[in-house]
């Protein structure tokens, strides 16, 4: 009965070796087979008014990537205050943009999920830094599998 | 001697175990990042150069998110008239917006597919509700169905 018991769980220890050698080779069976696209975006600041609001944002607002694709931004800054872009979760930032400054980033998307840029620099009066909706000044990367 | 076996038998059991458990644990690139989503949403207007609006809209135009996110979103009405915004099939939708009036929702995604987003408020000249281009005042909210979620 031991005897039994002992070559069972050989074979166990063998298989679940076998198992965990064998993880993560191959590609999953979801993901589909396709060549990385380069996305070359415009991302600029974008004034609304109206109501005797003005309201800024980066623009486009949201993007979508996909595992593997090359992003390449112009980022440029026509509004009348210096601004600064920042895509969190990927550390990439500009140096500061003041007024018709451009920058670009180039990344990889190498990781899924959702990825928010904003503006990096507080709202600073006294420097011509950002505006009063600096905190609302956000887009989002998604990036899907 | 059989004693020894038994022993033998736990322990080679107990090793197989440790290798079962780790083999469960996914071996993907990397980990997702789920942070909420929280889209300043704007009703505005847009016309020529020093004239007044004479098309309104909503921006951002397109809410692409995956099934599963949590969206907070903030309205804003730039525009004169009044306007409200609804997500057909999301059992999403704001108060009755006057102009520079305000209103936030949060919701989660729970569906993928295509939803459209776009004013309840009738166009009505006397009562100043929404405009002419009611009719063209729509977005478009899609949730991505992704695999591994």
Redesign the interface.
Known sequence: MQRIALILSILALVISVVAFAGRGAGPPAATPTRTPATLQLSMIVATFTGQGVAAHRWYPTMFVARVGDTVDLAIGNPDRFNHGFELTGYNLTTKKLTPGASASIRFTADRSGVFAYRCNLPHNPATGDCTPDHELMRGYLIVTE | M?RT??W???A??A???V??L??LRP?????????P????M?I??QGGIGGP?TSHLY??Q?????RG?TVRM?V?????FSHAIEIVGMNVRTKALA??DSDEVTFTADRGGIFEYRCILPYDPAAGTCSPDHDKMIGHLVV?D???R
């Open positions: 059989s076996y038994t033998i038998a736990t080679l059991s090793v197989a175990i290798f079962s780790a083999t071996a993907g690139p990397s980990p997702a990042a789920n942070i989503i929280d889209i300043w704007l505005t207007g609006s921006d951002p397109m809410i692409v998110v995956r996110d903030r804003m009405n730039q525009s004169l102009g520079g991505v992704t695999p591994a």
